[in-house]
């Protein structure tokens, strides 16, 4: 019959043999390179936001001087009552087109956080890829020395 191998003992070797120092259980420098590689992609992300919203209040405060400057005229006083009716037609008329064109510049906006954010996650996610699969072969290296060592150990 065939003797059974004693696993208790070459795992006891192997987990002695293997430091648990958690500074020495993970490869710092690959822990080091994910934080860089996040600490980057954060502060993309907030130069893509900000850059958003100064376009954005860039163009709501263009938007409301024009309709100060256009509502000027509806509350000048008129000489006939119809000037009223007509002065706040054109005014109307104006908002709908300003609003039309703000509201496309908004749109282009957003457009453009959108598309810088899909590149952003894009780029962040291989670099993440990257930095975890560095430390999956790295940790697995580490492993594999130890469980040889264990197993010479063992024998």
């Known amino acids: 019959m065939a003797k059974t191998e004693d696993f208790t003992k070459l795992m006891k070797d192997m987990m002695g043999a293997y430091p648990m120092d958690m500074s020495k259980m993970m490869?710092?420098?690959?822990l080091q390179e994910s934080f860089k590689t996040q600490a980057s992609f954060g502060e993309k992300m907030s130069k893509v936001a900000i850059e958003a919203a100064d376009k954005s209040?860039?163009?709501?405060?263009?938007?409301?001087?024009?309709t100060l400057a256009k509502i000027g005229d509806v509350?000048?006083?008129?000489?006939e009552p119809t000037d009223y009716t007509k002065a706040l037609t054109e005014f109307a008329s104006t908002q709908a087109?300003?609003?039309?064109?703000?509201?496309?510049?908004?749109?282009?906006?957003?457009?453009?956080?959108?598309?810088?954010?899909?590149?952003?996650m894009l780029a962040t996610g291989k670099d993440v890829s990257e930095d975890m699969t560095a430390a999956a072969k790295k940790a697995t290296e580490d492993?594999?020395?130890?469980?040889?060592?264990?197993t010479a150990a063992a024998k």
């Open 75 to 79: 509350a000048k006083v008129k000489d």
């Open 97 to 120: 087109e300003m609003a039309a064109e703000h509201m496309a510049a908004f749109a282009e906006v957003a457009k453009k956080v959108q598309m810088e954010t899909i590149e952003l």
């Open 27 to 30: 490869d710092m420098s690959a």
């Open 143 to 150: 492993m594999t020395a130890v469980a040889k060592k264990a």
């Open 57 to 66: 209040t860039e163009i709501s405060s263009k938007w409301t001087k024009a």
